[in-house]
């Protein structure tokens, strides 16, 4: 796209190439890796795949007719978008993590980092990590 590759922070045209898709250079890695890990990052994924839905269903309350007639017209097909973007949230995120050359497993260390004293506290009282399985 535009710019050097020097820059740190994606300029306005080249986020809104990025929410649709497009790789960053590799100086913006750790941007996208806070963007896509950080505090907020699942709303931001959901958010960046509903509003194109919504800008393409827009349209249909320009007709003139009852509210009910545009709940169902619009409501029949938001509800399942947003539930899929919500329950293929992390799918999503880990395929632009692979797609920027990060780690995928990178989604669920805010998860690890909040949990690790329970962790802790259990492979103290019964001598083993949550993550020893036996196969």
């Known amino acids: 796209m535009t710019g ?3 820059r740190t922070r994606p ?3 080249q986020y809104v190439a990025y929410c ?20 907020g990052a699942a709303w931001r994924s959901v958010l960046r795949v509903t509003i194109p839905c919504v800008l393409l269903l827009a349209p249909f309350l320009l007709i003139h007719t ?3 007639v545009h709940l169902g017209m619009t409501i029949p097909i938001l509800i399942p978008f947003i539930y899929f973007a919500i329950a293929l949230n992390k799918v999503y995120r880990r395929s632009r ?3 920027h050359g990060l ?7 805010r998860a690890r980092v909040r949990d ?3 962790h802790r506290a ?13 196969d």
Request: proline share 7%; hydrophobic share 30%.
């Open 66 to 68: 009852s509210a009910y």
């Open 103 to 109: 780690d995928p497993e990178l989604v669920e260390e």
């Open 97 to 99: 993590l692979v797609r």
């Open 4 to 6: 050097g590759t020097s």
């Open 11 to 13: 300029n306005p045209l």
């Open 122 to 134: 259990y492979a103290a009282k019964y001598g083993h990590s949550t993550t020893d399985r036996e």
């Open 20 to 39: 649709y898709g497009y790789r960053l250079p590799p100086s913006m890695r750790e941007w996208v890796r806070n963007d896509l890990t950080g505090r």
């Open 116 to 118: 690790a004293a329970v």
